[in-house]
């Protein structure tokens, strides 16, 4: 009977993103997708200062806080395992943080590490290798898992607890994936933020992707970005950010996204806001006046299209107690 689970903290909290955040910021030309980059990025850190200040930030993943639930109801352990452990458990006191141990037959262990996943398998415990940071490579994947015995679980909603006879599985709410603000399991664990020194610019709107509406159904405002705003901007990590916005002399709050799109694969830099307010018209043309107060999270390339829309929902729910 299945008494513990052990789980790496990056398929936890959103641990990678912040890394190659970081990684971004130091270099604008680095392509994220290249295979040395994601199997190691924490060598490719100049510094772990930028790490150590914004651990307090990580989220999270989508899809964590519904399956530890449904673990405790199961009278199953979740354990969190990771060789920042000490850091990262004065920050996050909600999770189990304890030492890993590869000896329990009564135990779950779910890792992203393929390696390390058919060491455990040879000592025939119960392992799930669990989808890592090359998400969107399906030959990647494919090759890695042809001729391989071994359970994979691709998304938390996907995790192959009917493999352990476990008579229920966890629930996730359709309505989560929805851009609204209606809070749901995650969210109270999602508030963690970063309180800045208030950067101010004015921008013109311009045309973007016209994905913010079509697409997400959170409409946003592209702003030009010019050497000013380079400069203003070039400490910040890409990632989601909460601010106040003036537009026609009226005050608005505003969540925005500084960064890069990598969900989308977006190669140049954007900055994209999005207003607490009801317009009927675009703006097209108009000058922005922004004032960055708060850092919400770094950017990150999400599993699913509909991960992207609960954490966005989540994003607005934050920000808009913080600037509204």
């Not at 042809?146 to 709410?173: D, G, H, M, R, Y």
């Not at 101010?200 to 913010?212: A, Q, W």
Request: hydrophobic share 40%.
């Amino acid at each position: 009977m299945i008494s513990k689970c052990y789980i790496n903290c990056e398929i936890i909290l959103d641990f990678n993103s912040l890394l190659f955040s970081i990684l971004k910021k130091q270099n604008p030309d680095l392509n994220l997708s290249l295979n040395d980059v994601q199997e190691n990025p924490k060598k490719y850190l100049e510094t772990q200062e930028l790490l150590l200040q914004n651990l307090s930030i990580l989220k999270p993943q989508i899809g964590v806080i519904e399956t530890l639930q449904f673990l405790e109801s199961q009278h199953i352990q979740p354990i969190i395992y990771s060789e920042f452990a000490q850091l990262l458990q004065q920050h996050f006191p909600y999770l189990n943080w304890q030492e890993f141990t590869d000896s329990d037959q009564n135990a779950i262990f779910i890792d992203p590490r393929i390696d390390f996943c058919e060491q455990l398998l040879k000592k025939n415990l119960n392992v799930v290798l669990f989808k890592n940071h090359k998400l969107k490579d399906k030959d990647y994947w494919n090759q890695l898992l042809q001729n391989k015995p071994i359970l994979f679980a691709e998304s938390w909603e996907t995790f192959p607890w009917q493999s352990f006879k476990l008579v229920t599985q966890p629930i996730f709410s359709a309505d989560q994936y929805k851009v609204n603000e209606s809070e749901n399991a995650s969210t109270k664990y999602w508030n963690t933020f970063i309180k800045l020194n208030p950067i101010e610019f004015t921008s013109k709107i311009i045309h973007g992707r016209n994905r913010g509406g079509t697409m997400l159904g959170i409409p946003t405002a592209n702003l030009q970005i010019n050497e000013e705003i380079q400069q203003l901007t070039k400490n910040l990590l890409p990632g989601v950010y909460a601010g106040i916005t003036y537009l026609e002399n009226k005050q608005y709050g505003g969540v925005l996204s500084i960064g890069y799109n990598p969900y989308f694969l977006d190669t140049p830099q954007t900055i994209e806001v999005h207003l607490y307010g009801e317009f009927q018209e675009d703006f097209y043309g108009a000058n922005l006046r922004l004032i960055i107060t708060h850092f919400l999270r770094p950017e990150s390339d999400f599993r699913t299209f509909d991960h992207l829309i609960k954490a966005i929902s989540n994003d607005k729910i934050i920000a808009r107690k913080l600037v509204c």
